[in-house]
């Protein structure tokens, strides 16, 4: 394990005390001080919309005001990192919003949507229309997180609805080459670290060798 000295984590504390956002803050309270949960999920349901989703600049390239089932996933990292209950009406709304935003007609997420040209965001979050059915990479970033987050909280959804969404993500998985995309990656990564066995055996198999240090 890689450890830093004290003056070092000194310097990190002061630097995101005085520049992080407040969910930031509030997450390394938690974890290096006398921060709560409650105070985390405070700031981070600042992100929520009405409808479930998240946005508001959740992800910081993109400052859509608007949910994304993307900025969505970065959320459900959260609740996973504090280990929310999935009767936690925060992470409720949230799978339901996964559920309703599904497209069956491309067969997975849209991550962003065309909405999110509309504001300002990093040159690599410009939409590109989706023609026909996702392919294998937009299939999987953030579809395979975004499965792991329902299998996690399966006790909220329809279990023919995650059956079908898994098997969209499982066929991208065997459709990339094994040098993919290392976002897509991190995604099955994830869902592994979340889905049942066989399934998360078979994805450790073959990703775990590209990231040594995640483990069953």
Request: net charge negative.
């Amino acid at each position: 394990m890689v450890r830093i000295s004290q003056k070092a984590f000194d310097r990190a504390a002061e630097f995101i005390s005085l520049n992080a956002r407040p969910l930031e803050r509030a997450r390394f309270d938690y974890h290096f001080a006398s921060g709560s949960i409650s105070d985390v999920l405070t700031q981070l349901r600042a992100f929520q919309n009405n409808g479930g989703g998240f946005g508001h600049g959740i992800e910081p390239d993109l400052r859509m005001p608007l949910s994304s089932p993307f900025a969505t996933t970065l959320a459900f990292q959260v609740f996973r990192d504090l280990d929310v209950p999935g009767n936690h009406a925060a992470v409720v709304e949230g799978i339901k919003y996964f559920e309703r935003t599904y497209d069956h007609s491309i067969g997975g997420w849209d991550p962003v949507g065309p909405r999110g040209n509309g504001f300002p965001r990093a040159v690599w979050w410009n939409y590109e229309p989706i023609d026909g059915r996702l392919g294998p990479l937009k299939q999987s970033n953030p579809g395979a997180e975004i499965v792991g987050c329902l299998h996690r909280y399966s006790g909220q959804i329809d279990h023919a609805f995650l059956q079908q969404a898994i098997v969209g993500v499982m066929e991208a998985f065997t459709a990339l080459p094994d040098d993919m995309d290392f976002h897509a990656l991190l995604c099955f990564m994830r869902l592994a670290e979340m889905a049942p066995g066989p399934i998360a055996e078979k994805l450790f198999g073959r990703a775990a060798p590209r990231c040594p240090a995640v483990h069953l």
